[in-house]
């Protein structure tokens, strides 16, 4: 079937401002395969189902929307306090020389780049391979057009428990950086492995991370947004669990003029688990998207899907989140919640979520609320000599707390709640 002439007009535009990168036979085999799938898509549109709330304009145009970079203050860097090793990418460029050994994580770390111009790499039974599955039932243009056009990323395979976390870190230096980056993850069975992103990585990024999670392995996965107010992003999480296995994946998000996260997780093994969380918090000019579809498989899975907006002056929150309960996929626990805080009257909280069953003994739930802070709780605080903005910010932490609590390591889990109490201290000052 033929796209509609808007749609491959605004395809042909977008790949004529970009170049293939350089790939050996396998990898540019996945490029050709992800291109295909572009071209039968087109990329998205206003009229698209699942981007009716969100305008890709900015995120699909041939030129790209200056944003300027962050300026450094006082706060310290994401996880800076966590023993981890850094991987360092600048607008999109691995900074070899602001990075850490890899071999320091105790796992197999090599880059995109390198490992796509070798004839025979672990990551060929990988690449594209869950981003292509992850186009049904919904098409996500985005993703296959990064995997056609990533430039770099990390390829990181682990066989036992990980010594360290691994902290992928995204620098942004230059107002109009367009930067496409590909990473792989697999945890063999039986390991267990950590990853932490940070940073706004460039003024439009589109990244793609496929993680394949194997019989009894554990991977947990904590990101933070932030810093660069005027960036605009769009992410993909697309993974896929085995027999016994632990998928929990966490992003905390404060500021950005547009973000888009999608997160795409399959259970394909008995008794397996999937937690997808996130906390965001918005101020003006923000517009933030979570879409996620959770496939259960196999017997015996339980997923959770919980996610809590603070939106002021006008910021406008989205989620759009389905289970799908296939049949067979019996004794199935799945669970989604998704509210939003509104500050203001301005600001604005549009939630899709879904459920479609085929089995017939499972659990399922969703829920989806909107409203203010709760009079009753300020005034009792403020009653007991509390002020008012610290009132305020108690009640918001607790409104997130739900969130927060997704995150196993308690370490990371405060870092993460102290930056939260530093944004809500300037904003809410």
């Known amino acids: ?15 004529e401002s970009l170049t293939k990168p350089a790939s050996g036979g396998w990898l540019s085999l996945a490029r ?37 970079p962050y300026k ?9 306090a966590i023993d981890r090793v850094k991987l360092v990418f600048v607008d999109g460029v691995f900074d070899a020389a602001a990075s850490d050994d890899p071999a320091m994580a105790g796992v197999e770390i090599s880059r995109l780049a390198e490992a796509g111009q070798t004839d025979v ?3 060929r039974e990988m690449y594209g391979l869950l981003e292509a599955q992850g186009q049904s039932p ?21 066989t036992g428990k990980a010594e360290k976390p691994v902290h992928l870190v995204y620098y942004h230096e230059s107002e109009t950086s367009d930067a496409i980056l590909h990473h792989c993850v697999r945890v063999e069975e039986g390991a267990e492995f950590t990853l932490l992103e940070s940073g706004p990585a460039a003024a439009r990024f589109n990244k793609v991370l496929e993680v394949e999670v194997a019989d009894r392995a554990s991977f ?15 992410t993909h999480i697309f993974a896929r669990l085995g027999t016994e296995s632990r998928f929990k994946t966490f ?40 879409t996620v579809f959770v496939t259960h498989d196999a017997e015996r899975c339980e997923s959770r899907q919980v996610f809590k907006k603070v ?43 879904e459920l479609e069953i085929y089995a017939d003994d499972v659990s399922c739930s969703h829920g989806s609320t909107s409203g203010a802070i709760d009079d009753t709780a300020l005034f009792y605080l403020r009653s007991r000599g509390v002020p008012e903005r610290e009132a305020q910010s108690l009640l918001v932490l607790a409104f997130l707390a739900e969130a927060l609590d997704e995150i196993e390591d308690e370490a990371i889990s405060e870092d993460i709640r102290g930056r939260l109490e530093g944004w809500l201290s300037r904003r809410m000052a």
């Open 72 to 80: 450094p203050t006082d706060e310290a860097p994401a996880f800076d």
């Open 32 to 68: 050709g395969q992800a291109e295909a799938r572009l071209h039968e898509m087109g990329l998205p549109g206003r009229r698209d189902e699942y981007w009716r709330w969100t305008n890709p304009t900015t995120l699909i145009s041939p030129e790209v929307t200056p944003a300027a």
């Open 220 to 234: 947990h996965h904590i990101r933070t947004q932030g810093r660069d107010h005027e960036r605009r992003a769009a």
């Open 121 to 123: 790499h672990w990551a």
């Open 138 to 158: 919904v098409k996500r243009p985005l993703a296959a057009l990064n995997s056609a056009y990533a430039t770099d990323g990390v390829l990181i395979r682990v």
């Open 1 to 15: 079937m033929a796209l509609p002439q808007a749609k491959e007009d605004a395809l042909a535009a977008r790949l």
């Open 251 to 290: 992003t905390v998000t404060a500021n950005g003029v547009m973000t888009r996260n999608e997160v795409v997780v399959e259970l394909t093994g008995d008794d397996a688990l999937a937690h997808v969380a996130g906390a965001a918090m918005g101020d003006g000019d923000f517009h933030h998207d979570d």
């Open 311 to 353: 939106l002021r002056n006008g910021a406008e929150g989205i989620f759009q989140g389905k289970i799908l309960v296939q049949p067979g996929a019996q004794k199935t626990d799945g669970y989604q919640i998704s509210q939003s805080l509104l500050l203001d009257d301005d600001s604005q909280f549009l939630a899709k979520p």
